[in-house]
């Protein structure tokens, strides 16, 4: 084989054969494909895209550059979440420990955020001592005792994915359905899950910004899931608007527990009971009662018990920013939008999210909306606090979230889930 022969292939529309995808996957992981003819191919994929059998070896080659974990033997069943990624999109905190509650087990290897999309792993590392890092024997250990982990994913999983997903960053390649399809379900198919449901947000705020798009890559991922035995189900839900008030690290972490509490924004609660609740009729516990788990503290109970098992202090005081400013109402009416793209630009400018890999977050950074859409304003209420450590944000920041909010009319209720994907 040669990398140049796989190009030309894709290049000129052709369907590439099992042997093609299997050499150039493998011969890329160990560096002898280099970063240029690979970040090559995968425009051509983009233009091209893949057949259903292209996108299912593909997939298998990713998960084949790794190990795939042994999970069988624990006492519960597996199931796993993915989100696609959003604004306010805080559900994992809540549900991983919610669905462990009720009788699953949840190995839950999460990501950081890049971009105007925050990453579960920076939020909860608002929480003083609570390490991302799990050996092998603690993460099983952790997932028998307690029954939740959320933690960075070793190197071992899908590495194929992982140089190939800092290519395609960095070359315009990320938004194609296969080459997104199967960058996620490597991952999650390789960390040994029985079922896994998938939440595809479709929105200003998301990846996919139409029905149409999410439905393809929803799709595409429970076939892929299917495929390899694991039992999948997709939802599409909005991401037009942030998901709750709250749009950072800590500040979501705060929201994250008030739901545990058994109070919180409404549309936080739903999405997390209804997620739960998918999870647990995936693997064969329908009658769990994933509503009364968090009202009576059950849930709680296992997040507590999460964060410790991971160093955190769950009583510590989450860390306050030095800067606060708020944005005021410049007319009188009905929240007729609050764009989630831009309260993410803002949270994301403040200092919660990173320009680049290597940087830092802030903890304490990050936007509360203190109007949300259908609510009524008078001139001069606020519409949302700016928080951040570093005061040389806020011009910007102030600009794009002040844009981010439009008063008129009555706006119509947007529905939370848009559709279901089996
Ligand atoms: N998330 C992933 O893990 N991979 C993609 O390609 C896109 C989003």
């Known amino acids: 084989f040669s990398a140049v022969s796989v190009i030309r292939t894709k290049r000129d529309g052709g369907v590439l054969r099992d042997a093609e995808i299997d050499w150039v996957v493998d011969a890329f992981t160990r560096g002898e494909v280099a970063d240029e003819q690979m970040a090559a191919l995968a425009m051509a994929i983009l233009l091209r895209g893949m057949t259903t059998a292209e996108t299912a070896r593909w997939t298998q080659a990713m998960i084949s550059s790794g190990e795939r974990l042994d999970l069988t033997g624990l006492p519960r069943p597996t199931v796993d979440k993915h989100s696609t990624g959003g604004v306010g999109d805080k559900i994992t905190l809540p549900l991983a420990p919610l669905v462990a509650a009720c009788g699953a087990a949840v190995p839950q290897l999460s990501g950081r955020g890049l971009g105007h999309t925050g990453g579960t792993l920076d939020k909860l590392e608002a929480i003083p001592g609570w390490r991302a890092s799990l050996g092998r024997d603690e993460f099983r250990t952790q997932l028998a005792d307690v029954g939740a982990v959320i933690c960075a994913p070793g190197g071992s999983l899908a590495p194929a994915d992982h140089k190939l997903y800092a290519l395609r960053d960095v070359t315009g390649t990320v938004e194609s359905v296969p080459l997104i399809a199967s960058s996620i379900m490597s991952k999650k198919i390789a960390t040994g899950t029985q079922a896994l449901v998938l939440d595809v947000k479709v929105g200003s705020g998301a990846f996919m910004k139409s029905v149409p798009a999410a439905r393809e890559l929803a799709r595409a991922m429970v076939e892929l899931g299917t495929a390899h035995g694991v039992r999948t189900v997709a939802l599409l839900t909005n991401m037009d608007t942030p998901l709750g ?99 993410g630009e803002a949270a994301w400018r403040l200092g919660a999210g990173r320009a680049r890999k290597e940087h830092p977050v802030s903890a304490a950074a990050g936007v509360l909306l203190h109007r949300r859409v259908g609510d009524p304003v008078r001139v001069g209420d606020a519409l949302c606090e700016l928080r951040t450590d570093d005061p040389a944000t806020l011009p910007a920041a102030r600009a794009v979230a002040a844009a981010a909010f439009q008063v008129g009319s009555e706006p119509p209720a947007p529905s939370l889930v848009i559709e279901r994907v089996t």
């Open 245 to 343: 008030y709250a749009v950072g690290n800590g500040v979501e972490v705060a929201e994250s527990v008030a739901v545990l509490a058994g109070g919180g924004p409404a549309d936080v609660v739903e999405l997390t009971v209804t997620l739960a609740r998918e999870m647990l009729t995936a693997v064969g516990l329908p009658d769990a009662d994933p509503a009364a788990a968090l009202a009576d503290g059950r849930a709680m109970d296992v997040w507590r018990r999460m964060i410790r098992a991971q160093g955190g202090d769950p009583d510590a005081p989450l860390p306050a920013a030095a800067e606060t400013e708020q944005i005021r109402a410049a007319a009188d009416g009905v929240v007729s939008q609050v764009d989630a793209f831009a309260i």
